[in-house]
């Protein structure tokens, strides 16, 4: 009776379909500001990878996994969660930071450890610079900078600007240095360079100085919640000089916060629905509109970017082996990105800038400048 019992459970099994194991998933790590003062532009940047993922959920034959870690807008907590992500998690990959001082301060980590990092938001260039195994998949300071300062001076014809910067934030020092090097090089001059911090709510002394020195311009490279304010109180001074600002003003949150002030703001960013050039581009649009109800952003945009450049990166290396997909990211050219055609120069994006102006209390289009 046992023989036969064995014998017909042996015939079972050989019968029975057999039922591959699940494939291990490609783990990427994803440091975001979800909470603290940057916390609306993580949100937005979250959207755009989040809708990459659901329209790319595999890689090498196998699921993506992605380990969301919120930095909470803290230098200290990126490093912290680069580490965690490479010690504990073991990720092939990190996607992040977002702006530019916590992503210099995770890139270290991430360096030491030979795990590729790629930020697809952080434009100063220090992020990038001396690393091998750190990408962005953004433009760089430099580039944004000289475009703005072109646009102030063929455009708006200015020819003495007032600059009020953030000292705070490596993004904000860094995109003003840009401006002002290249406002002087067209033969502009600058007449007051103020400072201010992150969390300062009064900005009159830094606003009274610029008056005193009639400028036609004030380049102001700053974030959230202090942009805002520093035109509100600017136009209640009667300083009516056009404002112009970095990619960090296209966030609703600018606008709501700013009101009628706000109005006439110009911009340098990354996209807009306007001057989407690629494939990819438009049907983003689509789908971004079908599913939040409302126009997508730049920082959603660059997060379905930089998603489907490490993706790429990933594919052509076969593996998940660091120094492959280092390789692989090197070689990366001719990507059509969201928001634009974009090449890996030197582990930095060359790719076209975006300049937008508030007008009735929305984004407006107003040119795409290529590099």
Known sequence: MRIWFVAALI?????????????????????????????????????????????????LGRPVKLILVD????????????????????VALIIGALSSTPTLAAAPVAEDAKVPLVSGWATNPLVTQKKKCVFRTCFVDPFQG???????FDTLR???????IDISRDYSVGLASAFVKAFKKL??????????????????AQLGMIKKRSA????????????PLIVRQAR??????????????????????????????????????????????????????????KAPDALGALGYDVYNVVLDALAKAGST?????????????????VCGVMDLVEHNAVKPAVILTIDKGKFKYVTTVKP
């Open 11 to 59: 015939l079972t099994l050989l019968l029975a379909p057999s039922v591959a194991p699940a494939a291990e998933p490609v783990k990427i790590g994803l440091i975001l500001p979800m909470t603290g003062p940057a916390a609306a532009y993580g949100d937005m940047a979250y959207k755009g990878v989040q809708m990459a993922q659901a329209k790319r959920p595999q890689v």
């Open 71 to 90: 930095n909470r807008s803290d230098k200290t907590e990126s490093s912290n969660a680069a580490n965690r992500l490479i010690q504990r998690d073991k």
């Open 146 to 152: 000289s475009v703005a300062a072109r646009f102030a």
């Open 158 to 164: 200015a020819r003495r600007a007032a600059l009020l």
């Open 187 to 204: 033969g502009g001059k600058v007449v007051a360079r103020t400072m201010y911090s992150n969390g300062d709510q009064e900005f009159g």
């Open 216 to 227: 036609d311009l004030i380049y102001l490279p700053g974030y959230l919640p202090e942009l």
């Open 236 to 293: 209640e001074m009667g300083l009516d000089q056009p404002f112009l600002g970095g990619d960090a003003a296209q966030a609703e949150q600018v606008i709501s916060s700013g009101g009628k002030a706000l109005e006439g703001f110009y911009l340098t960013t990354h996209f807009d629905e306007q001057g989407v050039s690629t494939p990819a581009g438009k049907e983003y649009v689509a789908a971004y509109r079908a599913k939040h109800k």
């Open 321 to 337: 082996d660091a120094a492959k997909v280092t390789a692989a990211l090197e070689a990366t050219k001719g990507f059509p990105g």
